[in-house]
């Protein structure tokens, strides 16, 4: 989910105008933006938490000027500090816990303009629990692979990421039910979309003592291997970023914006969520 999510964030920093598909974009007016890209979680040190900015509609675009290392950064108060390596700010002294609200502020010049930006996250309730983790070996297209959870309370939302330990050409399931005759050269194009999977859960029953399901379908997997389920049972920000990010354009052709849970001149997510890790095989 990690870089499903950080593809969704890339996909924004090039893009700061929308609206009826018949305008002409070339005419749209640019405004800098902080672009933010931050996530919490309860037991784990404040780390990666990304300051970038956005660019002018067909400009030359120096990814070298996309992440901005200077910004002044805090979350509740406390400055985060700046990690070369990997262009994100982190802090060794904030603790993360369930149920507390986290206020990220942040500070920087973009075009020799001082711009800042706010969001606020509530990291959700403790109660969240993976029943079983390690589910075992199924065979494809015969077992069926069930994920059992109990729900964090006031939680309504949770997000799937399906990833293959091992993905190549060699095992991809090319008589699969959904996809059948798979060319190389397509499956070359296009091998992150197979690759990288996801689901979320809406409007989940946030009652701890229930049991909620989900089963990993075929099209949830399309390669034979072991692979890494992580479930984040996430906050509004979250929910709302993952929903409406990528899916801006309404069914009559009309664009809406994102959901962005921020004030001032922000863009992006920060949001919080509990996470954990299921593991399974799929063989022939």
């Known amino acids: 989910m990690k870089k499903y999510l950080l593809f969704l964030i890339l996909s924004m920093v090039f893009i700061s105008a929308c609206g009826d598909p ?18 919490l979680y309860p037991g784990e040190p404040v780390r990666d938490i990304r300051i970038m900015r956005n660019f002018k509609l067909n400009s030359v675009i120096d990814t070298s000027m996309l992440f901005i290392d200077n910004a002044i950064v805090s979350i509740n108060g406390q400055p985060l500090l700046y990690n070369g390596l990997t262009r994100s700010y982190f802090s060794n ?13 942040v500070t920087a010049s973009i075009d020799g303009e001082q711009l800042t930006a706010s969001s606020s996250t509530v ?10 983790k390690n589910l075992g070996i199924y065979r494809y297209g015969i077992d069926t692979v069930l994920i059992k959870f109990n729900p964090s309370p006031l939680s309504d939302f949770y997000a799937l990421s399906i990833i293959p330990d091992s993905a190549s050409l060699n095992n991809f399931i090319y008589d699969n039910k959904f996809q059948p005759n798979v060319k190389i050269d397509n499956l070359i194009e296009f091998f992150n979309r197979f690759k990288f999977q996801s689901a979320y859960l809406l409007n989940i029953t946030a009652n ?16 034979y291997s072991s692979y890494r389920t992580i479930i984040y049972a996430g906050d509004k920000n979250f929910r709302d970023y993952v929903i409406t990010a990528k899916r801006v354009r309404e069914f009559d052709g009309n664009f809406h914006e994102p959901v962005l849970n921020f004030t001032g001149d922000g863009i992006g997510v920060f949001a919080s969520a509990i996470k954990d890790t299921i593991y399974f095989s799929i063989v022939p």
Do not use: C, R
Request: proline letters at 5%.
């Open 208 to 223: 701890p003592v229930d049991t909620v399901s989900y089963i990993i379908k075929g099209f949830d997997t399309w390669f």
């Open 93 to 105: 002294s904030l603790s993360i816990e369930h149920g507390k609200k986290y206020e990220l502020q």
């Open 22 to 39: 018949e305008v002409d974009i070339t005419g749209a007016s640019y405004e800098p933006k902080i672009v933010v890209e931050g996530y």
């Open 123 to 132: 990291v959700p309730l403790q109660g969240f629990n993976v029943l079983t």
